[in-house]
């Protein structure tokens, strides 16, 4: 069965940077695009960044923009988020998924940015 584990998170101080990493399964990585999503403690879960299937295109949304980076290694079925120049406002637990998809969501990884 489809099934991703994120990992990387922790509490990190305004402008610091984590890396984000993701471990998908139960179906073939390659073939799919992906995507990280956040939920913060009063928001909705919003996507933050997507990556095509062959990595070759990414987007993000404005807020992250010139900050997150995502990437894929397809032959580790993986997927990461660097996020550099953290602020208060990107406090959220972090998930990873296919693009399109109605799967399960996995544990998500929490990122609590705070001094």
């Known amino acids: 069965q489809v099934q991703y584990v994120e990992s990387g998170g922790g509490l990190v101080q305004p402008g610091g940077s984590l890396r984000l990493s993701c471990a998908a399964s139960?179906?073939?990585?390659?073939?799919?695009?992906m995507r990280w999503y956040r939920q913060g403690p009063e928001n909705e879960r919003e996507w933050v960044a997507h990556?095509?299937?062959?990595?070759?295109?990414?987007m993000y949304i404005n807020s992250v923009k010139d900050r997150f980076t995502i990437s894929r290694d397809n032959a580790k079925n993986m997927v990461y988020l660097q996020m550099n120049s953290l602020k208060p406002e990107d406090t959220a637990v972090y998930y990873c998924?296919?693009?399109?998809?109605?799967?399960?969501w996995g544990q998500g990884t929490q990122v609590t940015v705070s001094s």
């Open positions: 998924k296919r693009a399109g998809f109605y799967d399960s």
């Open positions: 139960g179906f073939t990585f390659s073939n799919y695009a």
């Open positions: 990556i095509s299937s062959d990595g070759a295109t990414t």
